[in-house]
């Protein structure tokens, strides 16, 4: 292993790049997820948590509902509609903060549990291998699945694109890289059956044969529970570990790492025959196939040193994070940051009242000790960032120029192909936040597009209607000539 | 309490500029302590008064540009600049030499360019070179090791003549270099076999470091043992220094094949002189070698195709420092053309070509 470390020189070796952040995984692993989370007073059902367009809101204020009844309907061809995740009345639809970290109004509807958590008629399904293709991921559309790792990508958009492609393989993600979160882990160990019985509803509706689960070596538990569930299935389901190393879950990593495969530029995993989704995501598309069940919880991580009692707890969607954090004992006078998904590439939060999404996979309240940070120092070029950089890029080199100003340059060095891990940060002595350079420099650019598309735009119109009038002019000026003409003859014709 | 609005990660490594520093200090230590015990006295003098002045000089720099002196001083680059000056010089040199090393290190190799990581040299090297070329006579005044407190040692007031006194080492306390010896030998039409008869080559002690040069040179043994602990800490990576040593031992290897009188081969040139140092401590300089991996093989091939060049061919017997500051030069060359594949490109940074040829 060492000698072919020796010789790889990172482009052909399977894993280039990744760090090994401290995991900080023990504050929850070993708890069993926490089912008995009591229902909180009012629900915030964001209508954007998934990417693509937000869904259109089908009940009115003052309505009573049923628990997984549709409240919002997908609009346009990338959404997801949004269910009842209890039953109560709607209170309201209103403009509330999401859970971002420019907490930016979005339409939210309000609910108010009626305390009886009652179903409406699910339908379910005794053989969902007998249903055609098509059908699985038209009842995963319908229950509102997305990307249950963070994404939050609608999930039938996936499916059907992945039956198109007619991919090869379906690869789940159960690496969980990041610190601190471990729902992915506790979903494994309890719910293998279900999430094995996820994974070949979706191969089934793939009309795909071979489906390859990627557990972190650190999770010994999950890949056992896995591997039992997975023994009955003939190989269909392949049950493997990989090294724990982060970026691990970065979907063009493990295809790397399985199939040798890199994704171009500019593509899709699909391109190569793969589609990857996470173990999650596996679970709540058994549950809407089999049950008929809509995605209206999840299993989040509620972690961080301000947290007395860290934990997994499945939660209706639309609790306010405070609220979870209330109930594993969080003590805000010792919280100095509020995260949302895993310290690698969450969101920080500016207060936790906001609501719970399809993709929160965690919620950390850190104290002031865990997010220690010094001012940024001078680059020292040690390279450390270069080699922590999974994507083979040269951090330190975009940095630099987008420090000067250029950003033009920085993006000659690949500045587009960051996926902004974060690793080059996590690993820079001078502690300089690199990927907050790179974020900034990738939104700027994209607004400097839109700037001069927009001034295209209007000269265009400037133009055209400069046109406009000059044609206007110019077939006034003939019709004038015209009548005059005419006018003339006319004359001519008089005097003759 | 307030809440800090920061962006991802929210986690870091605990590796820090000052920690880096410290490290390739503690390894520099044990060849350091070997040369000041065979060299005595005056080589302690000359070390500590190099240190002090690159300390004082980074001070009165930073406070001349403005810039935080108790916030940056403490990063441990003026101190290991200095220290790597100090290993460089003649262990009996006059006080003034670590002074004006210190100062050109300091100054001319860093400040002037920005401070740390803005340098496009090294700036021991450059100080060594510098010093070599304005000072020849001090800069190739050797002393020969002697047992701590034995009768060929200086005692403490005769060390203090020669270093802040400049008074002249009595006979038997000074004598070439290897290379030196080595060079001037060839020069005078000796052969390679003969030179080392009578000079003073002895593989054992040229290895140990029992044998006249730089103060903290001489133990080729000590200085790799530093850089392999440096390895082991991931402070460095093998790039560099695989590559220097491995040109440096093959370029040698096939010339001594070729003629044995002429050339000397792998052992000699990778025990004598800075090779060792050069390898692990200086051409592995974050700031001014290549940040990917493939430039840095080259980096080190590069560094290691010079000295041994200069060292055969050149007109001064040390090639290490020039060698260095050479492929210094080339580094933004380097790093301009060679650069990691990013993921989905081709090393011209296209796509890659779908499955089945599509673009
Ligand atoms: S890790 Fe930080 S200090 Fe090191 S090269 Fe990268 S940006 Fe510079
Ligand atoms: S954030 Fe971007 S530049 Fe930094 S390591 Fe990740 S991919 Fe590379």
Avoid at chain 1, 441 to 460: D, I, N, P, Y
Avoid at chain 2, 311 to 339: C, K, Q
């Amino acid at each position: 292993m060492a000698a072919f470390k020796l010789f790889s020189f990172g482009a052909s070796g399977k894993i280039r790049g990744g760090v090994h952040p401290e995991p900080r995984k023990q504050a929850t692993s070993d708890r069993p997820i926490e089912t008995a989370f009591p229902l909180p007073p009012l629900l915030y059902l964001s209508l954007q948590q998934h990417a693509g367009q937000p869904a259109e809101p089908v009940v009115r204020v003052g309505e009573r509902v049923l628990k997984g009844q549709l409240l919002a309907a997908g609009q346009g061809t990338i959404s997801a509609p949004v269910h009842a995740p209890t039953s109560g009345v709607v209170t309201d639809i209103l403009d509330y903060p999401a859970a971002h970290p420019s907490a930016l109004p979005t339409p939210t509807l309000l609910l108010e549990p009626d305390g009886e958590d009652r179903w409406i008629e699910t339908q379910e399904v005794a053989d969902p291998f007998s249903l055609p293709p098509e059908e699985i991921s038209a009842r995963v559309g319908a229950a509102g699945v997305v990307g249950m790792g963070g994404a939050a990508f609608p999930s039938a958009v996936k499916l059907n694109l992945g039956r198109k492609t007619k991919i090869q393989t379906l690869l789940i993600n159960g690496g969980e890289c990041e610190p601190y979160l471990t729902c992915d882990d506790r979903l494994m160990r309890e719910r293998a059956a279900d999430i094995v019985d996820g994974i070949l509803i979706m191969l089934h509706g793939l009309e795909c044969n071979q489906a390859i689960v990627g557990i972190e070596d650190n999770k010994p538990e999950a890949y056992a529970a896995m591997r039992e569930a997975a023994a009955p299935h003939g190989g269909k389901v392949d049950v493997r570990q990989v090294p724990s190393l982060y970026p691990m879950g970065w979907d063009k990593q493990l295809i790397r790492y399985f199939t040798g495969k890199e994704v171009p530029a500019g593509g899709r995993s699909a391109d190569v025959g793969v589609l990857m989704h996470n173990v999650a995501t596996a679970y709540a598309v058994q549950q809407a196939v089999r049950y008929g069940k809509p995605l209206v919880s999840r299993v989040v991580t509620v972690s961080g040193s301000a947290v007395a009692a860290p934990r997994n707890v499945e939660a209706p969607i639309g609790t306010l994070l405070a609220d979870l954090l209330a109930f594993c004992g969080h003590r805000p006078d010792d919280t100095a940051s509020y995260v949302m998904g895993g310290p690698m590439m969450g969101d920080s939060l500016p207060h936790p009242k906001v609501p719970l999404v399809k993709g929160t996979c965690g919620i950390l309240a850190l104290s002031p000790q865990e997010v220690a940070v010094s001012d940024a120092k001078a680059c020292i070029r040690c390279s450390r960032c270069v080699s922590a950089c999974p994507a083979g890029l040269l951090p330190l080199e975009m940095m630099a120029r987008i420090r000067a100003g250029q950003l033009e340059s920085a993006l000659g060095y690949g500045l587009k192909d960051c996926i902004s891990c974060g690793s080059c940060s996590y690993v820079c002595p001078s502690e300089i936040p690199l990927v907050h350079y790179f974020k900034y420099a990738s939104g700027e650019l994209v607004a400097r597009e839109q700037m001069k598309h927009r001034t295209e735009q209007t000269k265009r119109l400037a133009e055209e209607r400069q046109a406009r009038f000059e044609r206007h002019k110019r077939e006034q000026a003939a019709l004038a000539a015209q009548r005059k003409a005419q006018a003339q003859q006319r004359k001519a014709e008089e005097a003759a | 309490m307030s809440m800090s609005m920061l962006s991802a990660p929210f986690t870091r490594s605990d590796s820090q500029v000052q920690g880096i520093m410290t490290a390739v200090i503690l390894a520099l230590v044990p060849a350091t302590a070997f040369g000041l015990v065979i060299f005595g006295w005056p080589a302690l003098f000359l070390w500590a008064v190099t240190l002090l002045s690159a300390l004082a000089f980074e001070a009165g720099c930073l406070a001349l540009a403005g810039k935080p002196v108790r916030a940056i001083l403490p990063d441990g680059s003026a101190v290991l600049s200095g220290w790597l000056v100090a290993m460089t010089l003649p262990p009996w040199a006059p006080w003034w030499i670590g002074v004006v090393g210190a100062g050109i290190a300091i100054v001319v190799g860093k400040q002037v360019f920005g401070g740390l990581g803005q340098n496009p040299f090294n700036p021991a090297m450059l100080a060594r070179v510098a010093l070599l070329v304005a000072f020849p006579l001090e800069m190739t005044t050797w002393a020969v090791p002697s047992l701590p407190f034995s009768s060929s040692a200086p005692g403490l007031f005769d060390s203090l003549a020669i270093t802040f006194a400049g008074a002249p080492a009595a006979d038997g306390m000074t004598g070439p270099t290897l290379i030196g010896n080595w060079k001037t030998e060839l020069s005078q039409g000796r052969g390679l076999s003969e030179s080392l008869m009578s000079g003073p080559y002895d593989v054992v002690a040229s290895i140990l470091g029992w044998k006249a040069g730089s103060l903290g040179e001489t133990s080729s043994l000590l200085v790799a043992l530093g850089g392999l602990w440096l390895l082991k800490k991931k402070i460095i990576t093998w790039h560099i220094p695989v590559s220097l040593l491995t040109t440096v031992a093959l370029l040698a290897g096939v010339f001594a094949l070729i003629d044995g009188e002429r050339y000397a081969g792998p052992i000699f040139h990778l025990t004598s002189g800075a090779v060792m140092l050069a390898a692990f401590f200086i051409a592995t300089d974050y700031v001014t070698s290549p940040s990917s991996p493939a430039g840095q093989l080259l980096f080190g091939a590069g560094c290691g195709l010079f000295i041994f060049v200069i060292r055969t061919w050149g007109a001064y017997p040390e090639g290490a420092g020039f060698s260095v500051l050479l492929m210094n030069a080339l580094t933004p060359v380097i790093d301009h053309y060679v650069r990691p594949r990013i993921y989905g490109r081709d090393l011209k940074g296209r796509p890659l070509d779908l499955p089945g040829g599509r673009r």
